[in-house]
């Protein structure tokens, strides 16, 4: 008997996440002016929403520079 496999559930069409500007923030953390904050906004059919926002820190958040792993000595 073969059943026909069900259809996978796809994203509905016509629907983007679009970020929004990046606005500069403070970073508590490295008490700067560092933080970067951007909305993000969802583009559907209907019209635009928005889907919350995204910050992050260009100095401690930087993937391509990530802090020294931590050494744990043993004795
Ligand atoms: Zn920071």
Redesign the pocket.
């Known amino acids: 008997m073969n059943t026909p496999r069900p259809a996978r559930p796809q994203a509905p069409p016509g629907v983007a996440l679009q970020p929004g500007t990046a606005v500069t923030d403070w ?1 508590a ?2 008490k700067a002016w ?2 970067q904050t951007v909305a993000l906004l969802l583009l559907t059919v209907d019209g635009v929403a928005p889907a919350g926002s995204w910050s992050w ?1 260009e ?3 930087d993937p391509d520079s990530p802090l020294p792993p931590r050494r744990i000595d043993r004795a």
Do not use: G, K, V
Request: net charge neutral.
């Open positions: 970073c953390l490295c560092t933080r820190c100095i401690h958040d």
